[in-house]
């Protein structure tokens, strides 16, 4: 069964690979895995990597795994992992199997002894700098440590020992014994252990000695019977590591590493630890700010799992590292919520309106259509009164002649309800604009007028004695400069406008009742959802209703 008979995922090398491994026969069946370690948030780029892990293993009608690759106990929480857990199982991915690396600790011990038993590993007691040292360079041959010609019968009791706990942490490592003079660095005696009297999540205190990542990953692998082991192209040089403790060790199944670009988009970071210094250093409010491109924070600020699903199909998965533009993960998610979002009235920036020849007191009931294009979605009732606010943008004293808006003398649509004529304003003794006097058209109810004068432009209001008071959050690109992760110090470009924090807004009164997760749009305005995190009404925009950025970016070149 093809994966292009089930759905429209576009197909690329990887799929390809895997199409042809089960044409071939090589493999039955589909087995992936999804291998974060708990030392952080989910970012938009693990997005990337879970997409493809669980989204073959779904076409293909196979399995996938979420392992936590947890052998760094000191930089890794329980917090963590249950954010990680929440995050994948937001996206709408299943897996098969929940696993741990450190479910396999014994086992990656007992493979030790076999490789110190063979005579492919021994323990080094170089310090950490003489074993820079003796690593040589690229284009020099490394140094062999005298340890390596160990006898088997003192690695064997040294490896015991320190897995007994006798040592101080780096007094000894326990290193595979491949080729010093290797062109590839990775293979010149890589360690596979380090002492470590940390206490784990898991685990707690059994284990003194911690495996490293390219030890542990291959034989995670195998262990699960993972076929095809997916990770990005700063891996491809650590291939031959992974096979060659695949062969040492000789395992029932032997996986197949396969590389591809990392997910890299302008102006923000896609690398936890990086992100995490964004936190610690308190630049945003945490994991989950939703100027953060971590999955928690995209989803505080609106975005949808669809969405981010479908931004991953459109940047696809090839071996090519480049510069996504956000406009892209923009789009997917502006795509979305234009189809799904109710459509509602929200005054961020209020205008006192009043309708002069409107009766004092009269309160009437008009009609909304929640989405313009979907019937189905339904209508609802909005109230209109002598007194509306609107956006203050849309007034100008002295208005060129291009302005459709208010100005006085000139006529607008307001949406849903009657046409007004601005006749007068007020100003406060700052001279500020506070007021406008405007007169409205009887004839014009629900938006259009029996002699069928043109109105070019129609503006959303609210009325001010229904509307509700809420704050509402804007966000800005997160950085100022289109590659922060590439910067000697991506803290200087922080953009000083990234949050612009509204909070005398006038919404609709059917937002008062909003709940977190359900999106809206609130009309000329971009996309809202309510925040997750604050008590009082507040509103965080996902994002505008059209692309902002690409004129500017034009305008950059
Ligand atoms: P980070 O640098 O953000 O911590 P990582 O690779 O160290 O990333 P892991 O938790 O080890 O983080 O990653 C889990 C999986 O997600 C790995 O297979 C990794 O290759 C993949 N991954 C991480 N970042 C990206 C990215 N930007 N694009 C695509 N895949 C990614
Ligand atoms: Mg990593």
Redesign the pocket.
């Known amino acids: 069964m093809s994966a292009e008979d089930e759905n429209t995922t576009p197909t690329n090398f990887i799929r390809n690979i895997i199409q042809s491994d089960l044409d071939s026969g090589k493999h039955h069946a589909v087995q992936t895995r999804?291998?974060?370690?708990p030392?952080?948030y989910?970012?938009?780029?693990?997005a990337?990597?879970?997409c493809l892990n669980f989204g073959v293993a779904e076409d293909f009608r196979g399995k996938c795994n979420l392992r936590f690759?947890d052998t760094n106990p000191e930089k890794e929480d329980d917090e963590y992992v249950n954010a990680i857990i929440e995050d994948v199982r937001w996206l709408n991915f299943e897996w098969d199997n929940l696993c741990y690396s450190s479910d396999y600790f014994q086992q990656l011990y007992d493979y030790a002894i076999a490789l110190i038993k063979q005579g492919k590993a021994y323990v080094d007691s170089l310090s950490a700098d003489e074993i820079r040292e003796y690593r040589g360079t690229l284009t020099e041959a490394g140094k062999e440590s005298p340890d390596r010609n160990r006898s088997i019968e003192e690695n064997l009791d040294l490896f015991a020992r320190m897995r007994a706990g006798e040592f101080e942490d780096g007094k000894y490592l326990l290193r595979a014994k491949i080729d010093m003079a290797s062109p590839n660095i990775n293979m010149r005696d890589p360690a596979l252990y380090r002492i470590k009297k940390a206490h784990h999540q898991r685990t707690g205190d059994d284990w003194p000695i911690y495996p490293m990542y390219d030890y542990t990953h291959c034989i995670s692998d195998a262990i699960e019977n993972i076929t095809h082991s997916?990770?990005?192209l700063e891996?491809e040089d650590h291939r031959p590591l992974y096979d060659w403790v695949l062969d040492q060790v000789r395992t029932d199944s032997h996986p197949q590493q396969i590389e591809?670009?990392?997910?890299?988009l302008k102006y923000t970071i896609?690398?936890?630890?990086k992100?995490n210094q964004l936190v610690t250093d308190k630049h945003v409010s945490g994991w989950d700010d939703p100027r953060m491109p971590t999955i928690s924070g995209m989803r505080r600020r609106g975005y949808t799992p669809a969405s981010v699903r479908d931004f991953c199909d459109r940047i696809g998965v090839t071996k090519k590292d480049s510069f996504i533009e956000m406009a892209v993960l923009e789009n997917s998610v502006r795509e979305d919520l234009n189809e799904h979002a109710v459509r509602v009235m929200g005054v961020l920036n209020p205008l006192k309106v009043t309708i002069e020849n409107y009766p004092e007191g009269q309160v009437e009931g008009l009609t909304a259509k929640n989405h313009p294009q979907k019937e189905e979605m339904g209508t609802r009732e909005i109230s209109f009164s002598k007194t509306i606010y609107i956006e203050r943008d849309d007034f100008l004293e002295d208005a060129p002649k291009k302005f459709f808006r208010l100005s006085v003398g000139r006529e607008v649509r307001l949406r849903y309800a009657y046409y007004i004529t601005c006749t007068d304003f007020v100003k406060d003794e700052n001279g500020e604009v506070i007021e406008l006097i405007c007169r409205y058209d009887p004839e014009t109810r629900g938006g259009s007028s029996p002699d069928g004068r043109k109105i070019k432009g129609t503006i959303h209001w609210v009325s001010a004695g229904h509307a509700v008071d809420a704050s509402v959050n804007l966000y800005d690109r997160l950085f100022t400069h289109p590659n922060p992760a590439g910067c000697d110090d991506f803290s200087e470009h922080l953009n000083p406008e990234s949050l612009t924090v509204l909070t005398r807004c006038k919404l609709e009164a059917c937002l008062a009742e909003a709940r977190t997760g359900i999106h809206y749009q609130f009309e000329r305005t971009g996309y809202f959802v309510r925040d997750s995190e604050t008590d009082s009404l507040t509103f965080n925009r996902t994002v505008t209703l059209r692309d902002t950025w690409a004129k500017i970016d034009k305008q950059n070149q």
Do not use: M, V, W, Y
């Not at 999804?34 to 370690?37: D, G, L, N």
């Not at 591809?260 to 890299?264: D, N, T």
């Open positions: 999804f291998p974060p370690e030392n952080g989910l970012h938009i780029g693990h990337k990597s879970i690759d997916l990770c990005t891996f591809f670009a990392r997910l890299q896609t690398s936890k630890r992100l």
